[in-house]
């Protein structure tokens, strides 16, 4: 039996997913099916504005790459037109971005998503759009975090005014007493 290889191509193709994997924070599988060339081109562009990479590759090699990079939650969702939105600063910004085009054009879905380990499909992966970023969680925390120590702040600021006055009082007072009459 001869032994098949695959073409350089395909594994170049791999490779490429592969590395824009192993860098992702946030992976989306879309089905773009409906969409023109023009309007494809348009939502590349958007992603691209926020740093999101937009990519259509075939199936199989996607599966291997997938695999491959622990992803394998995601190969349930790899049936049919596919194409992958791959965010690298913010995990949910694809979502947003794929989700306001959708509203737009009617014809974009988000299929599956990964991020933080966490594997989500169909709805709950549309749903993702409305997740903080971890820069909003991160400001809410030490928001909160913050509001305590600011009141405790603001309490030792008036006890600390208060004694400062009382005792610039009694220095005059003292003053007043020792000068001779």
């Not at 494809?40 to 491959?68: D, F, G, M, P």
């Not at 049936?79 to 959708?102: Q, R, W």
Request: net charge neutral; glycine share 8%; proline share 5%.
């Amino acid at each position: 039996m001869r032994e098949i290889k695959p073409s350089p191509r395909n594994l170049e193709q791999v490779a490429y997913l592969k590395e824009k994997l192993a860098n992702a924070q946030g992976i989306y599988l879309t089905d773009f099916t409906g969409l023109t060339v023009t309007e494809i081109t348009e939502l590349r562009k958007r992603l691209r504005q926020a740093k999101v990479e937009y990519l259509v590759i075939k199936n199989t090699l996607s599966r291997v790459a997938l695999k491959e990079q622990g992803f394998e939650g995601l190969l349930p969702g790899l049936e049919g037109p596919n194409a992958i939105a791959i965010g690298y600063d913010v995990p949910t910004l694809p979502a947003k971005i794929i989700s306001a085009f959708a509203k737009e054009y009617n014809k974009l879905t988000i299929r599956s998503c990964v991020f933080d380990g966490e594997v989500y499909f169909g709805a709950e992966a549309e749903r993702t759009k409305d997740f903080p970023s971890k820069q909003q969680i991160r400001s809410e925390v030490m928001g909160t975090m913050m509001a305590p120590l600011s009141g405790i702040l603001g309490v030792f600021s008036r006890v600390m005014g208060d004694f400062l006055a009382l005792l610039d009082a009694y220095i005059q007072k003292r003053q007043e007493e020792e000068k001779p009459e």
